[in-house]
């Protein structure tokens, strides 16, 4: 299947700062990407869709300006949480999907804020 | 998108085949069953997905009833390597243009 990769693999922060995750298609143009978030011992859940070239949609429950996420091209998108805080302590995990394709995902990023 | 049941957990003798039962009762016409696994700490990996058909790749082969409302998922000859969460997932349209909801999935371990 197709490759999605993300940077950094983990990262550990201090509280209040703010982290940038990426999500890259390596081998195919992604004309949408997904984010999910996975608490411990817990599923996925999607936090937010971006298309190309468009503001992302927000699941209900995910703040906009906390968690915000740019699409710029085909085949890189970027997810920063904003003013970190420990509850936001996640695995943060990208798909990447093009037209009449299924969705490949990421290897995700293990997030722990101090 | 419609909800599905799997049971909470499973094992599966080495070199045996695991069948992965999902319920899907409530799948709609233009609905698709996925099955992604989830090995631990790691993304989601794509296995296989169908429509009405039974549907077999290298991986697994998928067997979906002809009301559509259950399906199996069939690892023909398990490993050690397959201990994972298996997810049963239906989306309408394909996943590319819908999101994915992920339940609970079913906890496959496979032993010795």
């Known amino acids: 299947g197709a490759v999605v990769s993300q940077h950094p693999s983990w990262v550990i922060c201090k509280s209040g700062t703010s982290v940038k995750i990426e999500c890259r298609s390596l081998d195919f143009q992604a004309t949408t990407m997904f984010w999910y978030r996975q608490f411990p011992k817990q599923s996925l859940m999607l936090m937010a869709t971006s298309n190309e070239g468009s503001k992302a949609t927000y699941e209900q429950g995910v703040e906009k300006d906390k968690f915000l996420i740019n699409h710029a091209s085909l085949t890189l998108s970027t997810l920063t949480v904003t003013s970190a805080h420990p509850e936001d302590s996640s695995f943060y995990i990208c798909?990447?999907?093009?037209?009449?394709?299924?969705?490949?995902f990421g290897p995700g990023t293990r997030l722990t804020v101090l | 998108d419609a909800k599905t049941t799997q049971p909470t957990s499973m094992d599966c003798a080495e070199g045996r085949a695991a069948n992965l039962p999902c319920n899907h009762s409530?799948?709609?016409?233009?609905?698709?069953v996925y099955w992604y696994r989830q090995i631990h700490s790691q993304g989601p990996q794509y296995i296989i997905h169908g429509l009405k058909n039974n549907e077999t790749n290298e991986m697994a082969s998928l067997i979906i009833t002809e009301d559509r409302k259950s399906s199996t998922l069939i690892l023909p000859h398990a490993t050690l390597r397959d201990t994972a969460v298996y997810y049963c997932i239906v989306a309408a349209g394909g996943t590319s243009y819908g999101k994915l909801t992920f339940g609970q999935g079913t906890i496959l371990t496979v032993h010795p």
């Open positions: 409530t799948i709609s016409g233009n609905e698709y």
């Open positions: 798909s990447a999907s093009s037209q009449n394709n299924e969705q490949f």
